[in-house]
């Protein structure tokens, strides 16, 4: 081992013993039955278990051994911190609807993002920042983004599918899509006019994803030190957008309604807590919607039926379209089952392995106290994959979500639940449902020789290749351009 990285395991170590020592009180300062369980070894606790299995793909099998072993409420360490795990569709209505939890964010995230975003603030603050994004994310403004996503979505396809190339590594390429798409449509950052603005904020903002959940060690050469220097760039290349977007209102060249960001400074709105708030949506929008593409992409290679169904869906829709006409709200209305496809692949591989909470006060859980300032953490599987809410739990079948209304509430939580429900899903399923139309009507796809199609959970589902698929492309259809 080189010198630099036992320097790095010492910082790390160092770094989580000063965690320790900050949350001692927390520890031994409740009253009443902590839930059952243990905090393993000092320090470390569970952490290099759990991270381990998150990495090898066996997260649901380490979490389902510690439930069998201290039951549906339980105690651990994870991060330095004294954690509870909450399993269960109760646990989940707990964490979304209770006040005496707030959001969690890993320590490396908060610091190249900032502490200000709208999964940051809680109560009269969340809701205000909540109602200034709102609008440029409910259905009738999704309605008017299909044009310009379905714009996006060809410009892709065609610059990085078309060109005579074999072979796709799928899951880069969904980043890169819907980097775009968040760049176009949220943001207004025009082709032709800002492509270096996309440019520069792209470089910086695929080097700062790398540190979402590392060791938050800002020390020279190490991966977060390299991740902090790129959100630093990236904040100053979004504090640029946000100067020129003030000053085209003052000089009444656009309005609030023109982007999120105009909208934003329209409202009067802290510049750093704008650029907050941009630099949470990017990496929201872009690793989840990019994962949920790549694996329905993979399930569909993998479960012809539900392939065959899908394309039979969107060809009809093809059909009656002109080669070169967009795509409509009317035309994703169709789409049933093609959503439902998406939201079974979310059941199986959900966008994020657990959601992660906080206490701000002590509070009572399933008969335990859970002190203030612990972790929650709920893996969202544990509803999932239970076999009494979705039978053969391990089978995609699309067929679950064709009526979604039987499903008990709080047991299917890929976007949240409760006031924290995301208030991206409704832009997402439009971004999904278009994307989807075009690769299955203009392209065959089979998994490339070589690729073995697995994937690690942490931070975010990926698969270890990037999923490569060959690809060929079909005929179009559609009727002859008017």
Known sequence: MDAS???????????ILAVVVASLPTLFSARGTLP????????????LSYLRALGANTGEDWVRRWVAAYGPVSRLSIYGCPTAILAGASGNKFIFASEAVATANPASLSRMIGRRTIRDVTGDEHRRVRALMTPFLRPDACRRYVASMDGEVRRHLDAEWRGGRAAVALMPSMKDLTFDVMCTVLFGLRRGGDDGVRRALKAEFLQLVRGISVVPLNLPFTTFSKCLAA????????AGVIQERRARLERGQS????????????EGLPDEEIIDNIMFLLIASHDSTAASLTFLIRHLDANRDAYDKVVQEQEEIARCKASDEALSWEDLRKMRYTWAAALENMRLVPPVFAILRKTTNDVEFGGYRIPKGWQLIQPITMTHWDPAIFPEPEKFDPARFEDSSVIPPFCFIPFGGGVRLCPGNEFARVETLVAMHYIVTRYKWKLAAGCDGSYARFPLPYPSQGFLIDIEPKPMLGQQTK
């Open 5 to 15: 990285a036992v320097w790095i395991m010492l910082a790390a170590a160092v770094t």
């Open 255 to 266: 309005s609030p309604a023109d982007d999120v960001v105009t909208h934003m400074v329209a």
């Open 36 to 47: 059952p369980g243990s905090f393993g070894l000092p320090v470390v606790g569970q952490t």
């Open 231 to 238: 959100s630093r760039r990236g904040r100053r290349v979004v």
